[in-house]
């Protein structure tokens, strides 16, 4: 028997359902596109809530990041589905022992729904769920197998006439050199988008929709339904308030569009040169780390000091960087130079082995990821964590980056580009345009990202994805040298 806590999920969820065409196939899923009309009830576990949705929110992420970077739909082709979709969201057309259909499906099912309950708390997260999700359905069905799409437009009741010849006929003008087509009769209410740009014939208030121009229904539909159900979602949600389960994850989703979706780093990278050592920080700052850790550097040198939460967020990214507990002790002891041994030791030594997972509890804590330092622990006067294109006014921001990066190819030309990211609070999109643009000289281009088109999440991400940029070019450099003196 179900406890009342997953009664009152399952009863969130289904008020969201609506009518459905029934098919009939060996599959629960015999489309990859889907209109969300039943949500899941059947018993899903906490890990596989969250999993589904975090993996889900990553592509949905991404999606905003595209839009914030005017890619085009192309471009948003190539990045969300063969690069982010691949990896976290994939939709076969075919089975394989590894990933049955119908298990890559329901994943995507099960996703769809939690973000649901995660994005319908307010009218700009519905908004931007909404803008993402059908984003999403539109490049799936452009990409879409020619008779799969058929048959997934048989399954459904789009509410479309077919106009016979005689009217269509009527409309298209004699004179016309092109041969006229099918063309689906609906309200003009349906097809905005289409009559405003006057591509369709209009008559008594219905729009005929030519047969090129037809995906336009099913996407104001995909939109229209998606809409209405989360307002529905909306409505059920406060039964989920005593879930103390549920609640927290939905908060974390919630966040993830402004920061970026929050990625795991745990365990230590082991750099081109080995391990890391602490005689070796100032030029990894130097080279390779975003602005938010290169500023904590920065004033650590200047102050031989940092508050605790710098310490926190700076002391984890080292760790997750490859800095030994050894190392870590020494880096940090000679950072704090203005302090005596036995200060150190009892404010200071403590924290950092706790750390590193040596006291208290003895946790192996994480590395602070972007969606973390962005939305939790605001720093205050004399505070140097947070991250810089959130917590810098826009004079201090564009200093400090041609600061840190003007040696390595950022100039003040790029700075209205940056800073109207900034502005629409697209932060960690900024901070990967910095990336894209300071890395230009290691072959990286304007909309690569991190690799494959993706954007910074995590400043461990950033620095690793700098290392290994510097070790291909450094053995491209070793390479050449070998064939020159062979030759």
């Not at 539909?221 to 209405?228: D, G, I, N, Y």
């Not at 960690?428 to 300071?438: D, L, N």
């Given at each position: 028997m179900q406890n009342r806590k997953e009664q009152q999920r399952n009863l969130a969820l289904k008020d969201t359902n609506a009518g459905i065409v029934e098919t009939h196939s060996h599959l629960r899923y015999p489309y990859r596109l889907n209109f969300y009309d039943k949500p899941p009830l059947e018993d899903i576990t906490i890990e596989e809530f969250e999993t589904a949705a975090l993996d889900r929110l990553r592509v949905l992420a991404e999606i905003e990041s595209c839009f914030a970077r005017n890619r085009t739909f192309k471009e948003m082709q190539t990045v969300i589905l063969e690069n982010v979709c691949s990896k976290y969201l994939e939709l076969n057309r075919t089975s394989n022992e590894l990933k049955p259909l119908d298990d890559e499906r329901r994943k995507d099912h099960i996703g769809h729904f939690v973000l649901?309950?995660?994005?319908?708390?307010?009218?700009?997260?519905?908004?931007?769920?909404?803008?993402?999700?059908?984003?999403?359905?539109?490049?799936?069905?452009?990409?879409?197998?020619s008779l799969e799409r058929a048959k997934f437009l048989g399954s459904r009741n789009f509410d479309w006439i077919?106009?016979?010849?005689?009217?269509?006929?009527?409309?298209?003008?004699?004179?016309?050199?092109?041969?006229?087509?099918?063309?689906?009769?609906?309200?003009?209410?349906?097809?905005?988008?289409?009559?405003?740009?006057?591509?369709?014939?209009?008559?008594?208030?219905?729009?005929?929709?030519?047969?090129?121009?037809?995906?336009?229904?099913?996407?104001?539909?995909?939109?229209?339904?998606?809409?209405?159900?989360?307002e529905a979602t909306a409505k059920a949600l406060p039964r989920l308030d005593e879930d103390t389960r549920l609640v927290p994850i939905l908060d974390n989703l919630s966040k993830g569009f402004q920061a970026g979706v929050s990625s795991e780093w745990s365990g230590a990278t082991e750099g081109p040169d080995g391990a890391l050592r602490a005689d070796m920080i100032d030029e990894m700052a130097y080279k390779h780390f975003p602005?938010?850790?290169r500023n904590l550097h920065m004033c650590l040198r200047r102050d031989k000091h940092l508050k605790h939460f710098g310490r926190l967020q700076y002391g984890l990214f080292l760790k997750i960087l490859g800095l030994s507990i050894e190392?870590?002790?020494?880096?940090?002891?000679?950072?704090?130079?203005?302090?005596?041994?036995?200060?150190?030791?009892?404010?200071?030594?403590?924290?950092?082995?706790?750390?590193?997972?040596?006291?208290?509890?003895?946790?192996?804590?994480?590395?602070?990821?972007?969606?973390?330092?962005?939305?939790?622990?605001?720093?205050?006067?004399?505070?140097?964590?947070?991250?810089?294109?959130?917590?810098?006014?826009?004079?201090?921001?564009?200093?400090?980056?041609?600061?840190?990066?003007?040696?390595?190819?950022?100039?003040?030309?790029?700075?209205?580009?940056?800073?109207?990211?900034?502005?629409?609070?697209?932060?960690?999109?900024?901070?990967?345009?910095?990336?894209?643009?300071?890395?230009?000289?290691?072959?990286?281009?304007?909309?690569?990202?991190?690799?494959?088109?993706?954007?910074?999440?995590?400043?461990?991400?950033?620095?690793?994805?700098?290392?290994?940029?510097?070790?291909?070019?450094?053995?491209?450099?070793?390479?050449?040298?070998?064939?020159?003196?062979?030759?």
């Open positions: 649901r309950l995660a994005f319908c708390r307010s009218e700009d997260l519905r908004r931007r769920f909404v803008k993402a999700e059908t984003t999403l359905f539109k490049l799936r069905y452009e990409t879409e197998d077919l106009a016979s010849p005689e009217e269509v006929q009527e409309l298209v003008p004699s004179t016309s050199s092109e041969k006229p087509g099918n063309y689906y009769k609906v309200k003009w209410t349906r097809v905005p988008d289409l009559v405003e740009k006057r591509r369709v014939l209009m008559k008594r208030g219905m729009a005929y929709v030519p047969a090129a121009e037809q995906a336009s229904i099913v996407f104001q539909e995909f939109q229209a339904h998606l809409e209405k159900a989360l602005a938010c850790m190392e870590a002790l020494a880096f940090w002891r000679k950072s704090f130079s203005s302090i005596q041994d036995d200060k150190f030791n009892k404010e200071y030594r403590y924290n950092i082995r706790h750390s590193y997972g040596l006291e208290g509890k003895r946790a192996n804590y994480a590395a602070k990821s972007c969606q973390q330092i962005l939305m939790s622990d605001e720093p205050g006067p004399g505070d140097s964590h947070g991250c810089p294109y959130r917590h810098f006014s826009a004079d201090n921001l564009q200093s400090a980056l041609l600061t840190m990066y003007g040696e390595h190819g950022l100039s003040s030309a790029d700075m209205p580009e940056i800073m109207n990211m900034v502005k629409a609070k697209h932060y960690h999109v900024a901070c990967t345009r910095v990336f894209e643009i300071t890395h230009a000289r290691q072959g990286v281009k304007k909309g690569e990202g991190v690799g494959g088109g993706e954007s910074v999440t995590h400043p461990n991400q950033y620095a690793a994805r700098s290392r290994e940029l510097a070790k291909k070019m450094e053995e491209g450099k070793e390479a050449d040298g070998d064939v020159v003196m062979q030759g």
